[in-house]
């Protein structure tokens, strides 16, 4: 199984090496796949990559841009896939559009955003919506800096914020769902593409509160504590397996995406990684903490690949 590692520390971009004989060994170039984008979706197809280079002859290279950052690389023709933990934007479609790149949208899992404190923190075990736009709303900046300023109840302790860099989908879709508006946030905070940054700074600061996706969240369990969200006049929930698939982990959960080139999918090296990432792979989604698709939508996502259809409705 493969797990979070600290090898995202070292580089932008993991390189995994097939195990067995490789191509030049057979007299041959080993072929080469590259994938990068959203961190979320990285342990996903870092385990991908790590399954199938056991496979077959292929050398893939994951790396852990941003899903904005991927979107670039991708529409450039730099690389074959990139992983979304969003809907791919507008402005990037019509960027593809522009350089001739036809891309294929295909959900590979759910997440739910995962609001974290320290283990110390006893006081804020539950947060509303209202609380965490009023902690990460544009205004909030230079205003909102003690515990005791979102509620009185709360110790007048420092309030430390860590949370995902302006290029990642995890910014894009919490700031949508919590502050109203992509992108509207406050500015001064600790900002990470890698989330194990956030887990250790979140970790190691007891006024600390920061947001990423869930199987870092599982990955780290005892190092953070998971903050239950209270929606409207629903009781608090927690992030979990459960109630990330039953939707009752609201507004946090979302599907998350790998986008496949037209172009690249014509090699048989991507079309037969994106059918084991889609097909016998999609075992691995679990191990590495996140959530699977539901049958019916994991046979839609096969079909609209095997079509070579651009987009679905938005999921």
Not at 63 to 70: C, H, N, R, Y
Not at 75 to 87: F, K, L, Q, V
Not at 217 to 225: M, V
Not at 281 to 296: C, D, K, Q, R
């Amino acid at each position: 199984m493969s797990k979070l590692t600290p090898f995202m520390l070292l580089a932008s971009t993991a390189l995994f090496t097939a195990c067995g004989q490789s191509g030049d060994e057979a007299g041959t170039a080993p072929q080469l796949l590259t994938i990068d984008g959203s961190s979320t979706v990285f342990p996903i197809s870092e385990a991908m990559a790590e399954e199938y280079q056991l496979k077959t002859k292929t050398r893939v290279t994951v790396g852990a841009s941003g899903t904005g950052g991927g979107f670039k690389k991708f529409c450039a023709g730099e690389i074959d896939i990139t992983g979304a933990s969003r809907n791919v934007k507008p402005t990037e479609s019509e960027m593809c559009a522009a350089n001739g790149v036809e891309m294929i949208e295909l959900p590979v899992a759910f997440d739910g955003i995962s609001v974290v404190i320290h283990p110390s923190n006893t006081w804020a075990k539950t947060l509303t919506v209202d609380q965490l736009k009023k902690i990460w709303e544009p205004g909030a900046q230079g205003v909102i800096n003690n515990w005791n300023q979102i509620d009185p109840s709360f110790p007048d302790k420092k309030l430390s914020l860590f949370g995902p860099g302006v290029d990642s989908g995890t910014f894009d879709y919490f700031t949508k769902v919590i502050n109203g508006e992509t992108q509207a946030s406050r500015g001064d905070y600790t900002a990470s593409e890698d989330d194990n940054v956030l887990v250790h700074g979140v970790s190691t600061d007891e006024g600390a509160l920061g947001y990423f996706g869930f199987a870092y969240y599982i990955e780290n369990k005892g190092k953070i504590n998971a903050v239950a969200i209270q929606n409207t006049d629903a009781e608090p929930v927690l992030p979990s397996k459960e109630t990330i698939a039953s939707g009752t982990y609201a507004p946090l959960s979302r599907a998350i995406f790998i986008y496949a080139s037209k172009e690249a999918s014509k090699r048989p090296e991507v079309s037969g990684f994106v059918d084991f990432y889609l097909g016998e792979g999609a075992s691995l989604v679990e191990e590495v903490g996140y959530i699977t698709l539901p049958e019916a939508t994991a046979q839609e996502a096969r079909d609209r690949y095997a079509a070579g259809t651009a987009q679905g409705e938005a999921i």
